[in-house]
């Protein structure tokens, strides 16, 4: 194996497949063959391990460091700190708040605090346990409620507050008749990638270095690592090595610096790979919640008011927390009309882990408010569940709470239809041990088991929003290999397993009419392609791919419409050849482009959004908005608390499906993260420190625990978007949740106001 | 200390091995065998399953040493003569791959299975395949594809 694997070009195109078809992923048997090369994979001659040193306390001023014993180990080659950093000691996605290595304080407990490279892991993870850093440990913030009160200790000056969003629409002071209201409690989520934090820099003859490594956002990770090794971006080229899973959890920096700071200071390649308990401490989580919130409605339900609440813990650096802050605010009270609103959502920093981006994006912890208190309304007023959110919900042409019209399709109210009326999971069958609540545990024999029902419904913003250039770029080249035209892609987004490769290459088919498309390894080399987040790439960098497609299409045509002497809006481009307006081959394309490339590189971007108004955040804050709905059926042992998910059936508008299967892949899985959440997910943190970091302690659903799900796919297309393609993987991940979460409540006949749902609050206990 | 042990059906001699090295680390950076994956180590993922003497085991629990004179078989000893397994290619046509790092154990697991089971129902393929965390699939197409494999192995 070499370095070149971890990007290795995929160039299958059995079967091939256009926009619409499910043509199978080009890395697919590399996959199943075990060949796939993923960032922990890599190997190079002459290589070595780097490893780090975490701080153990959640905050703590550093008195001094000794690396002198750890550099007498054999085999290690290299111990450094903060003073090694060779540029700025600071990175961050939004904000350059986090030393790349911490030199005066730690604010969490697993910071980076030394690196050490060795020719054996373990001899690299020995060593740095000889690395004797004096800490004086200092009062820590772990409660993000208290996190704003004058006398919290600062975990950075000036004060605790990331963001706070304001909103404020109509009446703030309305009054109804019908008021419902409650506290609602999230807990931490992780990411859970299967595939850990890897990477490997090699040194280069240029005084560079070329890092491999796992990542949702090549040129913003570039950007952070020129700062910090102080060097310009000619020299700090990334590529993309193979990336197992990411679901916001790559989107900060992980092994990128101190592998590279390891290989420039060597002279050798590094690897650097956590284990999984590493894994936990070193990226973000999603943002633990405490939210209150009160709707007012008329007697019939119709919603007048809505008040909301929201403190999110940021943990100790800024990450993406105001980015989810505006999410929590601007999307916080979901698809319904509401003409009279007040929202305050507040991120703090702590001394608690860094919380930052995963899949939903604040609006997971919202949704668990605004639909548990949607179920309440109904209640009060005598409707059913989706009767309420039917009434409620928006509808095309609609202003959401920031006075953004929605501008194509809204299905609320059709969504919630489709999945009431799926066939229903017969009744509980407890025969079979398997079947039953808790499952193989055999704890139960079914007596105390009552079967629940619950809906949500979601939407979700794609793209990034409040005024930031989000684009992406492409560039595709169009030429004769071997007697065969060959289309090549190559752009910079990530394919974290989402599928992106395969619809690059389904677009350039469409497009060029040709059958097969080698995909570029991913680097630096081309223009950024934006973040594998927001559920925006297919919209996004398909975007470009397509409209890099268009450039080079009407060159193309443009060439052949001279030596045919016909115009070139009467040509298109199918099955490698020229043809005319009724499909008649006029010529091969080989033809006409002889012994040239046609190439383009294209920038594309979506229609811009805005900054919402600092007092009042109303502004068209959003690009695009994508809309699921949730039934869960749930079998719950009351007197075990032991719940089973029996179906979770789903539909969802995605405007336009560019690949069926995958877009049916995406709602599976993302529905899976969902119900995680709700029933077993959460990073217990007490006074600041992790209690469950590894997969033993951490649960997340296996195939026992998740049920047969329906999904019903919606293509309502969104004329601004290329080929009307409608963000897919988030919502899913948002609706999924609260639907379980009031199955359980509706089995077990109590509030449940914190997720997950521990078998402790069904029997009260 | 040096281990000798058969992999994927050919006998191998392997050198400098550190006695803490499990099974999985000797395969992945001392053989050039990276296809079982190293995503939790500690038993709870089944990313890293491997056959031992035909018994599917996490090899990140066993210690290289166990391997000694026996036979070991990976993800990428499936495929005979470059030609894929059917539940390699069920796996595959089935969408039952995204980010694919669970799916060299998944593979081994299932292939177990379906070499126990011919014709496994869903609750025997859930039992089967419980101890094999996938984070991308949400499953359902993971059991469509050891459904097809199961069909494909009986049409053989």
Redesign the interface.
């Known amino acids: 194996m070499s370095t070149e694997a971890g990007t290795r070009t995929t160039t299958t195109t059995q079967p091939s497949g256009r926009v619409g078809d499910s043509p199978l992923r080009p890395d697919g048997t590399l996959k199943v063959t075990g060949e796939f090369a993923y960032a922990s994979d890599l190997w190079h001659d002459d290589m070595v391990w780097g490893v780090t040193l975490r701080s153990p306390h959640p905050h703590a001023r550093i008195r001094g460091i000794d690396i002198a014993e750890a550099l007498t180990v054999p085999g290690v080659i290299a111990v450094l700190t903060a003073d090694d950093v060779p540029g700025e000691n600071a990175v961050g996605l939004e904000h350059a708040d986090q030393p790349v290595l911490a030199s005066e304080f730690v604010r969490y407990e697993g910071e980076p605090v030394a690196l050490v490279a060795a020719d054996h892991p373990e001899t690299a993870r020995r060593a740095a346990q000889r690395i004797h850093v004096e800490y004086e440990v200092l009062p820590a913030v772990t409660d993000p409620r208290r996190a704003m009160d004058d006398d919290a200790p600062a975990v950075h000056q000036p004060g605790n507050l990331v963001r706070h969003l304001t909103l404020r629409r109509g009446d703030p002071d309305a009054t109804a008749p019908v008021v419902v209201s409650l506290d609602f409690e999230v807990g931490m989520q992780d990411q859970a990638f299967l595939g850990p934090e890897s990477g490997l820099a090699v040194p280069a003859e240029d005084g560079g270095v070329d890092l491999y490594v796992a990542t949702q956002w090549l040129h913003v990770d570039q950007r952070q690592m020129c700062l910090a090794l102080g060097m310009p971006k000619e020299l700090v080229r990334l590529h993309l090595a193979g990336v197992g899973g990411a679901f916001g959890g790559r989107e900060d920096l992980s092994v990128h610096v101190h592998a590279s700071m390891l290989a420039l200071r060597t002279g050798r390649p590094v690897k650097m790979s956590y284990g999984r308990e590493e894994s936990f401490f070193g990226h973000v989580h999603r943002h633990p919640a405490w939210m209150t919130y009160e709707f007012g409605a008329e007697r019939d339900g119709t919603l007048v008011y809505a008040r909301a609440r929201t403190v999110l813990d940021g943990g100790a650096y800024a990450s993406s927390t105001a980015a989810v802050v505006g999410n929590a605010g601007t999307l916080g009270l979901g698809p319904y009309r509401i003409p009279n609103v007040a929202v305050d959502a507040y991120g703090v920093f702590t001394n608690n882990p860094p919380c930052g981006a995963m899949r939903g994006f604040g609006c997971v912890q919202a949704a668990y408010a605004h639909e548990a208190l949607m179920d309440e309304l109904a209640e009060a007023v005598g409707l059913d569940p989706v009767a309420i959110r039917q009434l409620n919900g928006m509808r095309e042409g609609d202003t959401n709470i920031t006075g953004q019209v929605i501008d194509s399709a809204a299905p609320v109210a059709e969504l919630l239809q489709i999945v009431r009326d799926m066939p229903m999971p017969p009744p509980a069958d407890t025969s079979d041990i398997r079947s039953r609540p808790g499952a193989v545990g055999n704890t139960t024999h079914g007596e105390g088991v009552v079967r629940g029902v619950g809906y949500a419904v979601t939407y979700k913003n794609v793209g990034f929003s409040e005024g930031f250039d989000d684009y992406s770029t492409a560039r595709v080249r169009l030429e004769m290999t071997g007697g065969e035209a060959v289309a090549t892609v190559h752009t910079a987004a990530a394919e974290v397993g989402q599928g992106l490769i395969t619809v690059e290459q389904q677009i350039c088919r469409t497009e060029l009419g040709v059958e097969r498309v080698v995909v570029h390894p991913k680097n630096t080399a081309v223009g950024s392609g934006g973040s594998t987040s927001a559920s925006r790439q297919t919209y996004v960098t398909g975007g470009a791919v397509k409209a890099a497609c268009e450039a080079v299409r009407a060159v193309v045509l443009e060439r052949a419409a001279l030596s045919l002497g016909r115009p070139a809006n009467e040509l298109r481009l199918d099955g490698g050849k020229i043809v005319g307006s009724s499909g008649e081959v006029l010529v091969g394309l080989g033809e006409v482009l002889g012994e040239d490339a046609v190439e383009e590189t294209v920038e594309y971007r979506h229609r811009p959004t805005h900054a919402i108004d600092p007092e009042t955040g109303q502004g068209d804050a959003h690009v695009q908005f994508a809309f699921s709905a949730h039934r869960a059926v749930v079998d719950v042992d009351v007197e075990l608390g032991l719940v089973k998910v029996v179906a979770l059936d789903t539909a969802q508008d995605v405007g336009k499906a560019i690949n069926p299967d995958a877009v049916v892949g995406q709602i599976q899985g993302g529905s899976a993260q969902g119900m995680g959440l709700a029933l077993m997910e959460e990073i217990v943190v007490t006074d600041g420190h992790v209690r469950n970091p590894s997969f033993t302690d951490y649960l997340i659903p296996t195939i026992l625990d998740m049920p047969p799900m329906q999904v019903k796919v919606l293509e309502y297309a969104d004329p601004h978007a290329p080929y009307g393609v409608r963000g897919v993987g988030e919502p899913p991940t948002i609706s999924s949740g609260p639907a379980v979460a009031a199955a359980v409540r509706a089995a077990a006949g109590k509030p449940l106001r914190r997720v997950p749902i521990r078998p402790e609050h069904i029997t009260g206990t | 200390m040096r281990i000798t042990t058969t992999v994927n059906g050919a006998v191998h001699e392997v050198d400098d091995v ?1 006695p ?2 499990s099974l999985l680390y000797m395969l ?2 001392r053989m ?11 038993g ?2 089944g ?1 890293c399953t491997v056959y031992l003497d035909g018994e599917p085991v996490c090899s990140c629990l066993v210690a290289a040493g166990q391997a000694i004179g026996r036979e070991v078989t ?3 000893g ?2 005979t003569e470059g030609q ?1 397994h059917p539940v ?2 069920a ?3 089935c ?1 039952a ?8 154990g998944l ?1 081994v697991a299932a292939h177990d299975l379906l070499a126990r089971v011919p014709d496994p129902s869903d ?1 025997e ?3 089967a ?15 469509d594809a050891v459904r097809s494999a199961a069909r494909r192995q009986a049409e053989a």
């Open positions: 550190w803490g090295e992945r950076e050039g065998l990276p296809g079982s994956k190293n995503a939790c180590e500690q709870e993922c990313s990976t993800v990428e499936l495929a894929l390699q290619e796996f595959l046509e969408g791959v995204q980010c694919g790092f669970c799916t060299p593979l609750l393929i859930r039992e395949l419980a101890g094999n965390l996938c984070r991308c699939t949400g499953y359902e197409k993971i059991l």
